[in-house]
């Protein structure tokens, strides 16, 4: 039988047609999101995309001057790339154990790990002066980036099948301002004491170690963000929630404490197996056996094996998936583009390119905030996902036009601009499908089911799909045009042959769950 409302004097009365109504409307109007507890998330999401791209612009150049190279000039991307692979290589190690271990100690204090391993972190990477220390801090950085998962996991207990999605559309937005942020920081304040000798050249220590004040910096931001979190950033945990609320009925068992703990509104415990498992009816003359009743209720601990069912992996599939295709994509856009046009490209500079695609990750993180939320919640989270990833497919058809074209006109005409901005729009579109397979992610878990093991597991097959996607895109790209394997396009005609096979993946996406309901419903007798 529903929960019903309670009379003044402990009677029940059932609401009149007006009140239900006026219940399906607020139903329908999406929850308010918490602000602040949600803000602490995305600064630490912020947080990490600064420490982990800022070394980019010197990161060469560190290298040479460490003297692992012995001035052979051809060794050098070869050390680095072993820097920025240890990185992605530890993130992918780790992410899954993070996930578990906020799912049997809480969310917050492995939350907070994060920005202050990565201060940490950052600064033994711009105080080294040899080249193995570099990947040791580099391992550091890559392993507490690997709670990026645990993140997701909170932002989907503070929120409800309402706002969800306006939540989680924030994600890019976040990764679009730390993407811009951690290379300008790094491209600046590298080399301080040659930049600005009448000041900062001053200080021994920026002379004798040129790569410190932006590795500092990046760590001032992550140190700043871990006292905001620490302050701010409340614990998420269904079951130590319930915990806590259990503790305090033992030494306050007021009704208005019960009112608390079973209010229907909170996110954090409707729905969930891990919360108050049945919802008492409030009235003065049983408040003390329902105390002694909820107090008595033990929360169900997070299974393991419940990630590793049809519905999780068939989402987690789709997500790795989704991120080999899309940094093939990444991968090849820039390489494609600033190839001459005579072997196959459009010739573009790299300030072209880089103007280009910095008003692109603007205009669509501004995007996704504005138009994620209200397009899930008209079409839902499977359909949006579904349109949104055959995207990729028209983004890759658009290499060979481009190509055509630019052949044809000898230059980057009218036509090559139009098929650009066809292919960015597919691109914008195709950001959709990120937002929406995390919410199915956290919605394929069972009720009270490990949400940060799935997430970590889901962050392990994404991580490890964008580190081989560049390699095979890039490869592919160069035997296409040095065999002349139809014509130079093969790439993409494979890649347009894998990106429909991503599409009928999407099928073996399990059904949406039914709207929660925050509100008393309709008794049936």
């Not at 650009?420 to 195709?430: D, F, G, K």
Request: a neutral charge; hydrophobic letters at 45%; charged letters at 15%.
């Amino acid at each position: 039988m529903s929960p019903v409302l309670e009379g003044e004097n402990g009677g029940h009365s059932a609401p009149t047609i007006q009140e239900y109504e006026d219940m399906e409307e607020e139903d329908e109007k999406p929850t308010p999101l918490p602000m602040m507890q949600l803000l602490s998330v995305f600064m630490i999401q912020f947080a990490e995309p600064v420490t982990a791209l800022c070394v980019y612009p010197f990161v060469n150049q560190f290298v040479r001057e460490t003297g692992i190279t012995k001035g052979d000039e051809k060794k050098t991307g070869y050390y680095a790339g072993i820097i920025e692979s240890a990185f992605f290589l530890s993130e992918s190690l780790t992410v899954v154990q993070w996930g578990y271990l906020s799912d049997r100690y809480g969310r917050r204090p492995i939350l907070l790990i994060a920005p202050l391993g990565l201060g940490f972190a950052m600064l033994i990477f711009g105080m080294s002066t040899t080249y193995w220390p570099l990947v040791v801090a580099r391992c550091f950085q890559g392993a507490f980036n690997g709670n990026v998962g645990v993140s997701k996991s909170v932002i989907a207990e503070l929120t409800d099948s309402t706002n969800r999605a306006d939540a989680f559309a924030f994600i890019p937005l976040m990764w679009s301002v730390g993407q811009t942020t951690g290379p300008l920081i790094g491209g600046l304040l590298s080399n301080p004491a040659k930049r600005w000798p009448d000041t900062l050249g001053r200080i021994s220590y920026l002379r004798s170690h040129p790569y410190f004040l932006p590795c500092a910096v990046a760590g001032i931001i992550s140190f700043i963000t871990f006292s905001f979190a620490y302050l701010v950033l409340k614990e998420t945990l269904p079951s130590l929630v319930a915990e806590e609320k259990r503790k305090a009925f033992r030494e306050n068992p007021s009704d208005d404490l019960l009112k608390i703990i079973v209010n229907e509104e909170t996110p954090l415990l409707v729905g969930s197996s891990q919360a108050v498992s049945r919802v008492p009816t409030l009235s003065s003359s049983n408040s003390s056996s329902e105390v002694s009743s909820i107090s008595s209720v033990q929360p169900n601990k997070p299974r393991i094996q419940d990630v590793f069912i049809r519905p999780v992996l068939m989402t987690i599939l789709c997500l790795g998936l989704l991120a080999f295709m899309d940094m093939c994509n990444f991968a090849l856009l820039p390489l494609m583009w600033s190839t001459p046009i005579p072997l196959g490209g459009l010739g573009l500079d790299p300030f072209r390119i880089g103007v280009a695609l910095g008003l692109f990750g603007l205009i669509n993180a501004l995007i996704q905030v504005r138009i994620m939320g209200p397009l899930i919640r008209r079409y839902g989270t499977r359909r949006v996902y579904r349109v949104s990833s055959a995207a990729l497919f028209l983004s890759f058809s658009m290499y060979p036009i481009m190509k055509y074209f630019a052949q044809r006109a000898g230059r980057v005409d009218a036509i090559v601009v139009t098929c650009i901005v066809a292919q960015l729009c597919c691109q914008m579109s195709m950001y959709f499908a990120y937002g929406t397979i995390q919410i199915l992610v956290v919605e394929s878990v069972p009720e009270g089911g490990p949400i940060g093991t799935a997430n970590g597991l889901a962050q392990m097959v994404s991580s490890g799909a964008r580190t081989i996607a560049p390699t095979f895109a890039s490869s592919l790209f160069s035997v296409s045009l040095q065999k002349n394997l139809a014509n130079g396009n093969m790439v993409y005609f494979i890649l347009m042959g894998l990106t429909l096979i991503n599409i009928r993946c999407t099928a073996l996406l399990p059904p949406e769950k039914a709207k929660e309901k925050r509100k008393a419903t309709i008794p049936t007798g």
